[in-house]
């Protein structure tokens, strides 16, 4: 085992690893994702030949000071787990390439940022940052760097694109108020979260929003759904939980690039929730809450 060169254990629902890691000296590759690790449970420090660590969709609030010592590592994912600032340990990995962050809860970027002098790829999509630092512009060899889902400005927006060439910066145009997004204009609007914004009806100013992938209106008091929704075409997602909704148009079935639709909290009838399911075979359409929390509603996630 000990001249293992690389491991894969994602998907395990692992807890905790054994302390016989620290004997994979040789170990280059380790991936971990899809477990319930909050922590290694052995010195990450003795792994020093490791160059790819996969970490995504684990429950790490911060990452260990032993990752200093990893100076062969290249590339690093801990997507989707539960850090809420940067982690600082990876500031001291210059010869980075790849760093995946993204879904995670981090607010700032540090100006030190401008360290990791080898960077091509950062992936920050989907956190809550709301600005760079300057600095950021000194990643000279930086070829991608992915920003949607964070809660950006237009002004911001404005700022970051003018500091890279064009098509390095992705990210999707995210709007958390109808005003905003209808000056913006349709194309450029992918993603609309109107959550808890006391609505009594569904916006007409929507269906204008040609572009938009995803639509969240949960938590409102919407009582209808207007036929001409079949405009949003390229809607991906659509949150319409806890409104008082008792029937949907049936022009929603031709919304045919529809993958999530959530429809919990509302005042279906069995029949109607029959119905619904019968017509939309190729979407995922959710009535319960989730069934490994009895207490957790979809628009909690």
Not at 120 to 127: H, P, S, W, Y
Not at 152 to 171: A, C, G, R, Y
Not at 182 to 193: I, P, R
């Given at each position: 085992?000990?001249?293992?060169?690389?491991?894969?254990?994602?998907?395990?629902?692992?807890?905790?690893?054994?302390?016989?890691?620290?004997?994979?000296?040789?170990?280059?590759?380790?991936?971990l994702?899809?477990?319930?690790?909050?922590?290694?449970?052995?010195?990450?420090?003795?792994?020093?030949?490791?160059?790819?660590?996969?970490?995504?969709?684990?429950?790490?609030?911060?990452?260990?000071?032993?990752?200093?010592?990893?100076?062969?590592?290249?590339?690093?994912?801990f997507?989707?787990?539960?850090?809420?600032?940067?982690?600082?340990?990876?500031?001291?990995?210059?010869?980075?390439?790849?760093?995946?962050?993204?879904?995670?809860?981090?607010?700032?970027i540090?100006?030190?940022?401008?360290?990791?002098?080898?960077?091509?790829?950062?992936?920050?999509?989907?956190?809550?940052?709301?600005k760079?630092?300057?600095?950021?512009?000194?990643?000279?060899?930086?070829?991608?760097?992915?920003?949607e889902?964070?809660?950006?400005?237009?002004?911001?927006?404005?700022?970051?694109?003018?500091?890279?060439?064009?098509?390095?910066?992705?990210?999707?145009?995210?709007?958390?108020?109808?005003?905003s997004?209808?000056?913006?204009?349709?194309?450029?609007?992918?993603?609309?979260?109107l959550?808890?914004?006391?609505?009594?009806?569904?916006?007409?100013?929507?269906?204008?929003?040609?572009?938009?992938?995803?639509?969240?209106?949960?938590?409102?008091?919407?009582?209808?759904?207007?036929?001409?929704?079949?405009?949003?075409?390229?809607?991906?997602?659509?949150?319409?939980?806890?409104?008082?909704?008792?029937?949907?148009?049936?022009?929603?079935v031709?919304?045919?690039?529809?993958?999530?639709?959530?429809?919990?909290?509302?005042?279906?009838?069995?029949?109607?929730?029959?119905?619904?399911?019968?017509?939309?075979?190729?979407?995922e359409?959710?009535?319960?809450?989730?069934?490994?929390?009895?207490?957790?509603?979809?628009?909690d996630?």
């Open positions: 085992m000990t001249s293992l060169l690389e491991i894969d254990l994602g998907h395990n629902l692992l807890r905790l690893l054994p302390k016989t890691f620290e004997n994979l000296l040789r170990l280059k590759t380790l991936t994702s899809g477990n319930k690790l909050e922590e290694f449970g052995f010195d990450i420090a003795l792994l020093t030949r490791l160059e790819w660590l996969q970490m995504n969709d684990n429950l790490f609030k911060e990452l260990p000071q032993g990752i200093t010592a990893l100076h062969h590592l290249l590339e690093i994912e997507a989707d787990n539960k850090l809420e600032e940067f982690p600082t340990p990876l500031l001291a990995l210059t010869q980075l390439e790849m760093i995946n962050l993204s879904g995670n809860q981090i607010k700032t540090p100006d030190d940022i401008a360290r990791m002098e080898n960077l091509r790829v950062l992936n920050l999509q989907d956190n809550l940052i709301t760079l630092p300057a600095s950021i512009a000194k990643l000279t060899k930086l070829q991608e760097l992915k920003l889902g964070n809660h950006f400005s237009d002004e911001e927006i404005k700022k970051i694109t003018s500091l890279f060439p064009e098509n390095m910066v992705k990210w999707q145009r995210v709007y958390t108020s109808l005003a997004a209808l000056q913006a204009g349709a194309q450029k609007v992918d993603k609309l979260f959550n808890h914004h006391g609505l009594t009806s569904f916006p007409a100013d929507i269906l204008e929003l040609f572009h938009l992938q995803e639509l969240w209106l949960g938590n409102n008091a919407i009582v209808k759904v207007p036929p001409q929704i079949h405009r949003l075409n390229q809607l991906h997602k659509l949150d319409l939980s806890h409104n008082k909704l008792r029937d949907l148009p049936a022009e929603l031709e919304l045919t690039q529809l993958k999530w639709l959530n429809l919990v909290g509302n005042e279906f009838s069995d029949k109607e929730k029959q119905k619904i399911r019968a017509l939309f075979t190729e979407t359409v959710i009535f319960e809450v989730l069934p490994d929390n009895p207490n957790k509603k979809i628009d996630i």
